[in-house]
C-alpha cells in the first residue's frame, strides 16, 4: 500500500488530517483493524453511559490530545445527543469549572481531562466523578476515554 501522507495531500504540518490517512495508518497493523471497529462499534451500542456524556467525553479527550480530526467528527454528534455549542465552546476553551457547566458535566469532564493529562487520577476528581456515575459508567468512561485517545493520536503522530 502507498503512504497517502507522501504526497503532502493528506500531511498538514507534519500531521495526519483526515480518514484516508487514519486507514492507511490502521493497515499498518492489520490484525487489529477488525477488533479495533469492531470496539468503536461497542462505544456506540453498548454502554450504559449516555450518548450525551459520551460525546463529552470524546470532545475533551479530542481537546487535551489536540486532535482537530476527531473534533470536527463529533462536533455534530454531540449536537445531537444533546450538547449544547457553549458546552463545547467551554471543553475547547478547557473551562471545566465554570458554572454555566452542571455539576455533572464539570465533573465527567475534569475526570475525562484529569485522566488523559496524568497517569494517576487525583482524588479529589475521582470522588467528584463518583457522585454522579455509577460504578459502569465509570469504566465505559475510561473505556470511551481510552478508546479516543488512542483513536486520537493515529491523527497526532506523524506516518
Known amino acids: 500500500m502507498s503512504n497517502p501522507g507522501s ?4 500531511r498538514r504540518n507534519g500531521r495526519l488530517r483526515h ?3 487514519a486507514a492507511w495508518m490502521l493497515s499498518h497493523s492489520a490484525g487489529t483493524v477488525k477488533p479495533f471497529i469492531e470496539l468503536a462499534k461497542a ?3 453498548a454502554l ?3 450518548a450525551r456524556s459520551r ?6 479527550v479530542a481537546e487535551y490530545i489536540e486532535t482537530t480530526f476527531v473534533a470536527a467528527q463529533h462536533n455534530p454528534m454531540s449536537q445531537a445527543a444533546g450538547v449544547d455549542e457553549r458546552t463545547r465552546q467551554l471543553i475547547r476553551s478547557r473551562q471545566l469549572d465554570d458554572a454555566e457547566l452542571s455539576p455533572h ?4 469532564l475534569r ?10 487520577i487525583a482524588d479529589d476528581v475521582f470522588d467528584t466523578a463518583r457522585q454522579f456515575l455509577s460504578e459502569r459508567e ?8 481510552g478508546y479516543y485517545w488512542t483513536f486520537g493520536r493515529i491523527f497526532t503522530v506523524p506516518a
Open 111 to 120: 475526570f475525562t481531562a484529569e485522566i488523559v493529562q496524568h497517569p494517576r
Open 55 to 60: 460525546e463529552l467525553v470524546i470532545l475533551t
Open 138 to 145: 465509570l469504566v465505559e468512561a475510561l473505556q470511551v476515554i
Open 19 to 21: 480518514s484516508r490517512a
Open 43 to 45: 462505544q456506540f451500542t
Open 7 to 10: 504526497s503532502g495531500r493528506l
Open 105 to 108: 458535566d464539570s465533573a465527567l
Open 48 to 50: 450504559q453511559l449516555p
